[in-house]
């Protein structure tokens, strides 16, 4: 799956559409379970589900994100969370930056490898339960929806 650009989501797997229009249409969120039953066989389950719609990050949503007195809604990657971007952004010559990424590749190479490069900074900055950080902005999604980026919708990620 992470060969084919889909990331993970706490325990989901989504592909966020970069060419995301304004019909609304969502993305499907996979998640696998695996056990050992009586010694001999494994069994797998899959559970596939519609989710919200979900774009990588753009200029634009940095844009809008500094223009909001409150930030925007997003969800970060790999954990699923949701945060506030501030609209604040860091390039990779910024102090404590090129750290920041080269930790983020021990974890998550193929990431990096696959992203080609972008009108995007490095990392942007997001609020997580009242703590600022610092974020390679790669790993940051925005929710999409007909009105534009709002609040996140109900989704099977907060299970």
């Not at 060969?3 to 989901?12: A, D, I, Q, T």
């Not at 950080?133 to 996140?152: A, D, K, M």
């Amino acid at each position: 799956l992470l060969s084919e650009n889909f990331l993970p989501l706490g325990k989901w797997y989504a592909r966020p559409d970069p060419t995301m229009g304004s019909d609304g249409r969502g993305c499907f969120l996979c998640n696998f379970s695996f056990f050992i039953h009586a010694h001999l066989f494994i069994c797998a389950s899959v559970d596939v589900r519609a989710g919200p719609a979900l774009q990588p990050l753009q200029a634009i949503h940095l844009r809008q994100a500094l223009a909001s007195s409150s930030g925007m809604q997003v969800i970060l990657s790999p954990s699923g969370l949701n945060a506030i971007m501030t609209g604040h952004s860091y390039r990779v010559t910024d102090p404590g930056i090129d750290d920041l990424l080269d930790e983020w590749k021990l974890f998550y190479p193929r990431r990096f490898e696959i992203d080609k490069p972008s009108q995007l900074p490095a990392a942007v900055e997001v609020v997580l339960g009242g703590v600022r950080l610092r974020y390679p902005s790669q790993f940051v999604f925005v929710y999409h929806t007909e009105e534009g980026v709002q609040t996140p919708p109900p989704s099977p990620l907060d299970e």
